[in-house]
C-alpha cells in the first residue's frame, strides 16, 4: 500500500473553493465534470496531501473526519487567523496524549483535524 485519498462531499462549488482554497491555503488541481449541469468532482491539494470533493450523490457522506499531519502546526495557525475567515475561528488544543491539533469543520459538515506530534 502507498498513500489514500480521502474523499469529502460537498454540495456548492463556490464554499468548497472559498473554504479550501482562500481560507485553508490549498490548491485546486482539476475538476471534473460529466457534462455541463452535473455535478462537480475535484482534487484539491496541501503539500502532499491531497483531497477530493465529490458533489455525486453517493459518493460518500457529510459528516466525515480526518487527521491530517503538518510540520507546524502554530505557523498554519496563524497564517490562518491572519485571513480573518468570517465562518470559522480554529484555535490549537494540546490533548492529552501530546498532540497539538487544530480542528476545522467545512461548510458541508466535514472535520479536519490539524495535528502535530509534540
Request: hydrophobic share 35%; glycine share 6%.
Amino acid at each position: 500500500m502507498k498513500s489514500s485519498t480521502p474523499i469529502f462531499r460537498s454540495f456548492d462549488e463556490e464554499k468548497a473553493k472559498q473554504f479550501y482554497c482562500e481560507f485553508l491555503g490549498f490548491h485546486l488541481d482539476w475538476e471534473h465534470r460529466f457534462e455541463e449541469g452535473m455535478p462537480l468532482y475535484m482534487q484539491l491539494s496541501h503539500g502532499d496531501f491531497l483531497l477530493h470533493l465529490s458533489e455525486h450523490h453517493g459518493d460518500c457522506c457529510p459528516g466525515a473526519t480526518i487527521r491530517i499531519e503538518v510540520d507546524s502546526l502554530t505557523t498554519y495557525y496563524t497564517s490562518l487567523q491572519s485571513k480573518k475567515f468570517n465562518y470559522m475561528n480554529p484555535a490549537i488544543e494540546t490533548t492529552p496524549w501530546g498532540t497539538l491539533e487544530m480542528c476545522v469543520i467545512d461548510p458541508f459538515g466535514n472535520k479536519l483535524i490539524f495535528f502535530q506530534d509534540n
